[in-house]
């Protein structure tokens, strides 16, 4: 009776781990890069350029209140844009479109969150930042073209 109640757990066993190994996802090996999705990933950049530029432009004279909400503002702009554009990726976006964005994402974010911390423009942390920055958003730019 041992002897076949072990056989019934070993047979339910293998049941249970075969059903794991279809249930599995699998990665589709066939997903193309598809012009929607660099469309879509390209949009949100655009969209997040024109944010970034707007807030970190504004002027609103020279009272500290008025100067702290618009850096609040710019680097709510720089952490929120960059966590939106990763968002955007999706497994159809080009590759090369797709790393470039990371890229610039983070460096926003990077950029952003610094900024909070009390880094200046003028830091030289900082301003390589703003610099890998710029040369990210360009090269996106380009691949959206």
């Not at 075969?18 to 990933?41: F, G, I, M, R, Y």
């Amino acid at each position: 009776m041992a002897l076949f109640t072990a056989f019934i757990a070993l047979a339910a066993l293998g049941v249970a781990a075969w059903a794991v190994v279809l249930a599995w996802p699998q990665k589709d090996a066939t997903v193309q890069p598809t012009a929607e999705s660099k469309q879509k990933v390209c949009a949100a950049f655009e969209t997040v350029s024109k944010a970034v530029q707007l807030q970190t432009h504004a002027d609103l004279g020279p009272d500290p209140v008025a100067q702290t909400a618009v850096a609040g503002n710019a680097r709510l702009a720089l952490i929120g844009g960059g966590e939106y554009l990763l968002s955007r990726l999706d497994d159809q976006t080009p590759p090369d479109l797709a790393e470039a964005v990371r890229l610039f994402a983070n460096n926003l974010e990077d950029i952003g969150v610094n900024a909070l911390a009390g880094a200046t423009n003028e830091d030289p942390q900082q301003a390589a930042r703003l610099t890998a920055g710029e040369d990210g958003r360009n090269k996106v730019a380009d691949l959206c073209k």
